[in-house]
């Protein structure tokens, strides 16, 4: 989730009776032509499957607000959309309240009033209260319902039962804070609730932390993970994952969450590729993918890169290239579901993204294997950069092959001569230029070329968009893509 100092651009156990009322079952509803959910490891464990074992490459937005600052209608408008773009994933949050969200309420209730917990304390940001063992069976219900139009939109939710943004000790969060208030045993009978009452939808993916910058403090990493342990106890079978600290962080940076999670969530504004092969190579061996980065319409107060088509098509190529099954995709206006998000939200970012999505899905995307040690690609790589490194600065060349020779990839964010070794090719090549601003390809003239030797590559000038950023697609001769 977004941190408050964000500027936005371009624009202005409760009683067993309780836990009784849980419904025990629900129709398993999805959209027409959706992935079979739940969604599942691997056999590698390198990424996500569908109950058919088809790879699911996760093409998702974060309207983390919509739960607390959006109608039932409003939801149904957004998935409508979001599903005729070709997304098929969404992250939003269960709690919504300020400090963290642009003209949320303080007691995180909805726009038509409905608190999430029927006790409540006000005294302000650090000081209110509930007790979560006293849940609000109408706020729930509204839960329920967007859940359930995700669903029916083929839409996986990523879903955050408590978001522990967005500030360090001793000010944190609103939601962190009243985890502590509650203790461990408050948070494991909430925790369980929560898994009781959802294990019957198959399009959740449970989402912990959130820009969970205090994970180091052993007081609310421990009460964040009661939440975690007691949900996973409830509903085994569901997939976990936790965000950890801004600016930049991955999931397995906290090895106490190891046993809990079975994805790795990659965070990070500075160039993808870091962070992102980072959370590859970690252990143990888990997907990895670009829970957040820069996002559209929107700069972060350091580095200050805009979210501009070009950043954005940076993040996704490098993602892919780095180890990546997917990104998360977060828009300025829809992140808090401020007013003016219904005309905001079909972007250029959101065009090229999808661009992205198709291009992956033409290929063995998850097959890929991540060319850290640039024996594919040897020359013309540019600078690797650091952590301090801009996203829009950077030139580095991602590059990727599959283990079987069948395909290489290249992202080249700034146009210049590529060598790369022919011999990582299983056959003869073919090779194109694809235009990631209008998804064009062009074909280099000459193949196929043999899979031997180094041959130099130089794209044909600036893209449809007038940048610089091509993409290089070589595929054996013998391969059926």
Excluded at 35 to 46: F, I, M, Q, T
Excluded at 129 to 154: L, S
Excluded at 258 to 285: C, D, G, R
Aim: net charge negative.
């Amino acid at each position: 989730m977004r941190r408050p100092v964000l500027i936005v651009a371009l624009m202005l156990l409760v009683s067993v009776w309780a836990m009784s009322q849980v419904s025990p079952a629900s129709p398993k509803v999805r959209g027409a032509g959706s992935p079979a959910y739940p969604l599942k490891v691997s056999a590698n464990g390198r990424y996500l499957v569908d109950q058919n074992n088809l790879p699911f490459l996760i093409t998702g937005d974060n309207p983390h607000a919509l739960i607390g600052m959006g109608s039932t209608a409003d939801a149904e408008s957004y998935f409508a959309d979001r599903q005729a773009h070709g997304f098929n994933a969404v992250w939003m949050n269960m709690l919504v309240a300020t400090p963290a969200y642009y003209d949320s309420r303080d007691d995180g209730s909805t726009p038509d009033g409905i608190r999430p917990f029927t006790s409540y304390i006000a005294g302000g940001t650090d000081s209110a209260h509930y007790d979560i063992t006293k849940p609000n069976e109408a706020y729930f219900t509204r839960v329920d319902e967007m859940v359930t139009a995700a669903a029916n939109h083929g839409l996986v939710v990523f879903l955050d039962l408590i978001d522990t943004c967005c500030t360090a000790a001793p000010r944190r969060g609103i939601w962190l804070h009243v985890l502590l208030n509650n203790g461990l045993t408050a948070a494991s009978w909430y925790g369980h609730y929560i898994g009781e009452r959802y294990k019957r939808f198959d399009n959740i993916v449970w989402l912990h932390g959130d820009d969970f910058n205090t994970w180091q403090s052993t007081d609310d990493d421990a009460v964040v993970q009661a939440v975690a342990k007691a949900l996973k106890s409830a509903d085994p079978s569901a997939l976990h994952t936790v965000e950890l600290n801004v600016p930049t962080s991955s999931s397995l940076d906290d090895q106490t969450w190891a046993p809990i999670i079975s994805l790795n969530s990659t965070y990070t504004y500075s160039p993808t590729y870091i962070e992102m092969l980072h959370s590859y190579n970690q252990k143990p061996v888990m997907p990895t993918y670009l829970v957040e980065g820069h996002y559209d319409l929107e700069k972060v107060g350091d580095p200050t890169d805009y979210g501009t088509p070009w950043v954005l098509r940076r993040q996704g190529y490098w993602t892919m290239l780095s180890g990546g099954t997917g990104q998360l995709y977060g828009n300025a206006y829809t992140w808090p579901f401020i007013s003016g998000w219904k005309f905001h939200i079909d972007t250029v970012g959101v065009t090229q993204l999808m661009i992205w999505k198709e291009f992956f899905s033409s290929l063995p995307w998850q097959d890929l294997v991540p060319d850290q040690d640039h024996t594919t690609v040897t020359a013309g790589l540019g600078t690797y950069g650091d952590l301090q490194t801009r996203v829009s600065k950077s030139d580095f060349c991602t590059a990727a092959r599959t283990s079987d020779g069948s395909v290489v990839i290249a992202y080249m964010p700034t146009a210049r001569t590529i060598t790369v070794n022919m011999s990582s090719l299983k056959a003869p090549a073919s090779a194109k230029w694809f235009d990631p601003t209008n998804g064009a390809y062009t074909a280099v003239p000459g193949g196929p070329f043999a899979n031997a030797g180094t041959r130099q590559f130089t794209p044909p000038g600036s893209n449809h968009d007038g940048d610089s950023d091509w993409v290089l697609l070589l595929v054996a001769s013998d391969s059926t893509r």
